[in-house]
């Protein structure tokens, strides 16, 4: 490891990495230069494998030259960049900038030769309609997720909310959770659960729950515009809820100021029972040192009104100066990393080397999260025997979840259309208020919160 990590070095520096390399002309030396987005900065093994995957790849390709490029994707400075022609001819960005990346031009259109390589075909329709406008596609969708619980077995263990065969208890409403959060307190002398409140991690994680209780953020109107339709009992209801559990639960954390970051160490420091999370969730915790076989997964329990989870995610796009090129080599890396529905035996050993890159940084293996990629695609069933083949806690505890994703009664629903991100934040005063001021109205809150999303963003859109 350590002689491949000096190679990295010395491949490093011989690639020039750069923070802010552009799209620039795509000619070096007679070949097509393909710029790639979010190049790791430091050494490690992901820079190894990225490296090791540039050698390969240029070997097998020798009319191409990969440069990496280490910026990564942020909506103050994507903007700009877009603007400015400066991106990365291959960038990653989130499903939320999804339309606005797609309606100002900011990613090639690449319905024709996403269906004349099979890629068109062969993705998640769901993932499709998220990447997709006006029946053409603007994106090639690279990871996905839905929203779950994630537990502490042991907390679960004390508490009393396992189930003799090894799988956590699963709470089927909102009511249970915090009655499960309560059992977990009054077993453990810690907080049942924790609920984020800024950063926009508090209002992306209400927006399901809200979701669950009958409410609709936003409208299409027949001309175009959108309309703010969250101030209802629906969403006062569900503030509520979280209200009750700082109140009437006395169940989450005495700090009330908890950004991402915050969120998984206090779970991944074994601080707190129960979380909203993703299936990535090893990656945000392993850093902690978090026993694997503490971790437990679990489907996203049901509202008044629905059973529903949140779809996120993240996707490559091209820069809508890249040449035809570039365009072909950035597809042509794809699937050489195996970031395609394409099982090639490349695909098969970047697939090898991440998840040896996950085992060696520690990480839980065993969650299978929401594919990009049709269930019957031989990539998905491959990423899924090297997860079986390579479990390191026991399946059961993740079981519930792992089952929730292909759950055809568990409605998936997509981020919010339009300015999501400046509705979670706008939703995280929201709860900010309820869990520090014990006299704080939420249907006022709400109410506030509706108006000001409607004058001071969707009206803008407008």
């Given at each position: 490891?350590?002689?491949?990590?000096?190679?990295?070095?010395?491949?490093?520096?011989?690639?020039?990495?750069?923070?802010?390399?552009?799209?620039?002309?795509?000619?070096?030396n007679?070949?097509?230069?393909?710029?790639?987005?979010?190049?790791?900065?430091?050494?490690?093994?992901?820079?190894?494998?990225?490296?090791?995957q540039?050698?390969?790849?240029?070997?097998?390709n020798?009319?191409?030259?990969?440069?990496?490029?280490?910026?990564?994707?942020?909506?103050?400075?994507?903007?700009?960049?877009?603007?400015?022609?400066?991106?990365?001819?291959?960038?990653?960005?989130?499903?939320?900038?999804?339309d606005?990346?797609?309606?100002?031009?900011?990613?090639k259109?690449?319905?024709?030769?996403?269906?004349?390589?099979?890629?068109?075909?062969?993705?998640?329709?769901?993932?499709?309609?998220?990447?997709?406008?006006?029946?053409?596609?603007?994106?090639?969708?690279?990871?996905?997720?839905?929203?779950?619980?994630?537990?502490?077995?042991?907390?679960?263990?004390?508490?009393?909310?396992?189930?003799a065969?090894?799988?956590?208890?699963?709470?089927k409403?909102?009511?249970?959770?915090?009655?499960?959060?309560?059992?977990i307190?009054?077993?453990?002398?810690?907080?049942?659960?924790?609920?984020?409140?800024?950063?926009?991690?508090?209002?992306?994680?209400?927006?399901?729950?809200?979701?669950?209780?009958g409410?609709?953020?936003?409208?299409?109107?027949?001309?175009?515009?959108?309309?703010?339709?969250f101030?209802?009992p629906?969403?006062?209801?569900?503030?509520?809820?979280?209200?009750?559990?700082?109140?009437?639960?006395?169940?989450?954390?005495?700090?009330?100021?908890?950004?991402?970051?915050?969120?998984?160490?206090?779970?991944?420091?074994?601080?707190?029972?129960?979380?909203?999370?993703?299936?990535?969730?090893?990656?945000?915790?392993?850093?902690?040192?978090?026993d694997n076989?503490?971790?437990g997964?679990l489907?996203?329990?049901?509202?008044?009104?629905?059973?529903?989870?949140l779809?996120?995610?993240?996707?490559?796009?091209?820069?809508?100066?890249?040449?035809?090129?570039?365009?072909?080599?950035?597809?042509?890396?794809?699937?050489?990393?195996?970031?395609t529905?394409l099982?090639?035996?490349?695909?098969k050993?970047?697939?090898?080397?991440?998840?040896?890159q996950?085992?060696?940084?520690?990480?839980?293996?065993?969650?299978?999260?929401?594919?990009?990629?049709?269930?019957?695609?031989?990539?998905?069933?491959?990423?899924?025997?090297?997860?079986?083949?390579?479990?390191?806690?026991?399946?059961?505890?993740?079981?519930?979840?792992?089952?929730?994703?292909?759950?055809?009664?568990?409605?998936?629903?997509?981020?919010?259309?339009?300015?999501?991100?400046?509705?979670?934040?706008?939703?995280?005063?929201?709860?900010?208020?309820?869990?520090?001021?014990?006299?704080?109205d939420?249907?006022?809150?709400?109410?506030?919160?509706?108006?000001?999303?409607?004058?001071?963003?969707?009206?803008?859109?407008?």
């Open positions: 490891m350590k002689k491949m990590i000096s190679l990295a070095s010395a491949a490093a520096i011989a690639l020039g990495v750069c923070a802010g390399c552009g799209s620039g002309a795509g000619n070096s007679g070949k097509t230069k393909l710029t790639v987005g979010e190049w790791p900065a430091e050494q490690g093994a992901e820079l190894t494998n990225k490296t090791n540039k050698l390969g790849f240029e070997q097998q020798p009319d191409i030259t990969i440069e990496g490029d280490t910026w990564i994707f942020d909506v103050q400075t994507f903007y700009p960049k877009a603007v400015a022609g400066t991106l990365p001819n291959l960038y990653k960005a989130h499903y939320t900038e999804a606005k990346i797609m309606k100002g031009g900011y990613s259109d690449l319905t024709e030769i996403a269906k004349k390589k099979g890629y068109f075909d062969n993705i998640n329709p769901i993932i499709l309609d998220t990447i997709s406008k006006g029946g053409k596609m603007y994106a090639i969708p690279e990871v996905a997720y839905v929203l779950g619980l994630a537990c502490n077995v042991e907390m679960f263990e004390k508490a009393g909310l396992m189930n065969d090894g799988t956590p208890m699963q709470p409403t909102w009511d249970e959770v915090a009655d499960f959060a309560v059992k307190k009054a077993a453990t002398g810690k907080p049942g659960m924790a609920v984020p409140t800024a950063s926009n991690v508090g209002g992306w994680l209400f927006t399901p729950i809200a979701w669950s209780y409410v609709d953020f936003m409208e299409e109107q027949p001309d175009g515009k959108w309309k703010a339709t101030d209802t629906e969403a006062v209801a569900a503030l509520q809820y979280i209200k009750d559990l700082k109140w009437k639960y006395d169940v989450l954390p005495s700090n009330t100021l908890i950004n991402y970051e915050e969120y998984f160490k206090t779970f991944g420091t074994e601080q707190v029972g129960i979380v909203i999370s993703a299936g990535d969730i090893p990656r945000n915790i392993h850093k902690y040192e978090f076989n503490k971790l997964m489907a996203i329990p049901a509202g008044p009104k629905r059973h529903v989870t779809l996120g995610g993240s996707m490559f796009c091209i820069a809508n100066n890249a040449s035809d090129a570039q365009v072909e080599a950035a597809l042509k890396w794809l699937d050489f990393t195996g970031k529905y099982l090639t035996d490349d695909a050993k970047a697939k090898d080397a991440d998840l040896a996950q085992i060696e940084e520690g990480r839980h293996i065993g969650i299978k999260s929401m594919q990009v990629w049709k269930s019957d695609s031989e990539v998905v069933k491959y990423e899924h025997k090297l997860i079986d083949d390579n479990a390191n806690a026991d399946p059961n505890h993740v079981k519930l979840y792992n089952e929730a994703v292909n759950d055809p009664s568990i409605e998936i629903q997509p981020e919010e259309p339009v300015c999501a991100q400046d509705l979670y934040a706008l939703l995280d005063g929201c709860i900010q208020e309820v869990l520090t001021n014990k006299d704080a939420p249907a006022k809150l709400i109410a506030q919160a509706n108006e000001s999303f409607q004058k001071n963003y969707l009206d803008k859109q407008n």
